[in-house]
């Protein structure tokens, strides 16, 4: 198995961590959610975390879980939606893996990311879907820097047949 790592990147919603369990469990590898560790090792959510320690301690966070990360082999990572908008975070993390994109139009990620539990702090705003687009717009150069793969209207299954065939090579 190849020992690189596999990053999944993406707006929030688009099915990151969905996904990189299910490659994760596939690979018999681990799996890895950004933004899950940093609450766990900080002991509060990240809305707690933008709230009490602004976004950009947040970041701070992010930047240093990416250097550990980069010196480990063999995992799926999920990162949070921003982590690669810093160029040092993408080259850290290309050093030993492969970044792929997961995008989704905003429709969609607004209908997935309002049954999901808990808020999402970049979105608390009176037009939720005008802000997505906005964020997308403003991330669309950072995101397009990778191949993409489109997560609407797919199954979790389906897309991981997709990636496994992006992953894999075929002879």
Request: charged share 25%; net charge neutral.
């Amino acid at each position: 198995m190849n020992k690189k790592n596999i990053i999944l990147t993406g707006f929030m919603g688009t099915g990151k961590s969905s996904l990189g369990q299910l490659l994760a469990q596939k690979l018999h590898t681990e799996f890895i959610d950004t933004d899950q560790l940093i609450e766990e090792r900080a002991g509060k959510s990240i809305t707690a975390i933008f709230q009490d320690e602004g976004e950009a301690s947040f970041r701070r966070q992010e930047a240093a879980l990416v250097q550990e990360l980069a010196e480990r082999q063999n995992l799926v990572i999920a990162t949070g939606g921003g982590l690669l908008l810093k160029p040092e975070n993408v080259s850290a993390l290309q050093r030993n893996g492969q970044i792929f994109c997961l995008v989704a139009t905003p429709e969609e990620i607004l209908d997935r990311i309002s049954q999901q539990p808990g808020t999402r702090p970049l979105l608390a705003n009176p037009d939720p879907l005008q802000k997505i687009s906005e964020l997308l717009k403003q991330r669309a150069a950072t995101y397009e820097q990778f191949p993409r793969i489109s997560t609407s209207g797919r199954s979790p299954e389906q897309l991981l047949e997709i990636l496994l065939r992006k992953i894999i090579p075929h002879d």
